[in-house]
């Protein structure tokens, strides 16, 4: 639905998924699978008693043709729930867990979300909750990259759902979801980088992981999309450490017109001053929160960690506040930074443009700082930085 939007009618521009009526386009998706299931259902009942329906040549095409259509928009994105096997909790949100599980034999997470079905929430929550659910899978469901977490399938609440779990089967309550994608073991980059907050990183894998997100964002901006919350929380990396764009919850199909995107979205810190300041804005805020990752990533440190939510928001936008790039940080790597987290959106380089820069940066020589509590010094080359 979303992804029709950014085409723009055919016209190459950008549309901005929640221009669209999601409540809307919720409720028919609720009745499009609801009708998918009862003639599924219907089906399989006819099948077994023997029975045949006589109708017209037409209305038979007519019908067969709409009930493959119906399954194949089932299966493009739907899981089967009894496939599915729930284990222990990875993470908790304010709306819903993370588990790990495993679903047709493979390793997933498994993102439940609670919309409340016990009345502990508005009718109104529960709508805005359900649209996040539904632009979400809109946006995920579609995009394939290597930098891009797998997205398998989801489910939309609904009754008579029960999940298999090591102790057994649970019923679902109606309201809640689950979102299944591939599992990840290296965890969030943000607990990685914490890992190595004293050692820091080699700079070949601060090199290696920065090029695996300006790819992944460079497909995303390609694909249209914003993802509008990008830090290094909702980064994963797999066996490899290769990393993958994860959390889809707040991204949009891009408008054409910025001034159709506003909002301050995103994650104190991160958040380009247009953003903060509430003015319109595109996917260049999505470049300047890739600049601040860069340079956690390299300095293992969180940006203005001593600074309140105000404090930064005025210091940012009217203070040109950035995150102090080390003297020791090799210049080519530097200028990415400085480059992506310019005030001025129009003179941040385009995700693609960052690629292009990183793959021209010699890594062979190291580079990189050295830890707190040793001498100082700008020891740019020290080879034995990182593990």
Known sequence: MADEGGNGGGQGGFVRADQIDLKSLDEQLQRHLSRAWTMEKNANNASSNGTTTTTTSTNNNNNNFKKTEQAATKQEWEIDPSKLIIKSVIARGTFGIVHRGVYDGLDVAVKLLDWGEEGHRTEAEVASLRAAFTQEVAVWHKLDHPNVTKFIGATMGASGISIQTENGHVGMPRNVCCVVVEYLPGGALKSFLIKNRRRKLAFKVVHQIALDLARGLSYLHSEKIVHRDVKTEN?????????????????????????????????????????????????????YSYGICVWEIYCCDMPYPDLSFSEVTSAVVRQNL???????????????????????????????????????IDTSKGGGMLPHDHPQGCLCFRRYRGP
């Open 235 to 287: 980064m994963l990396l797999d066996k490899t450490r290769t990393l993958k764009i994860a959390d889809f919850g707040v991204a949009r199909v891009e408008a054409s017109n910025p001034n159709d995107m506003t909002g301050e979205t995103g994650t104190l810190g991160y958040m380009a001053p247009e953003v903060l300041n509430g003015n319109p804005y595109n996917r260049k805020c999505d470049v």
């Open 322 to 360: 950035r995150p102090e790039i080390p003297r020791c940080c090799p210049s080519s790597l530097a200028n990415v930074m400085k480059r992506c987290w310019d005030a001025n959106p129009d003179k941040r380089p385009e995700m693609d443009e960052v690629v292009t820069m990183l793959e021209a």
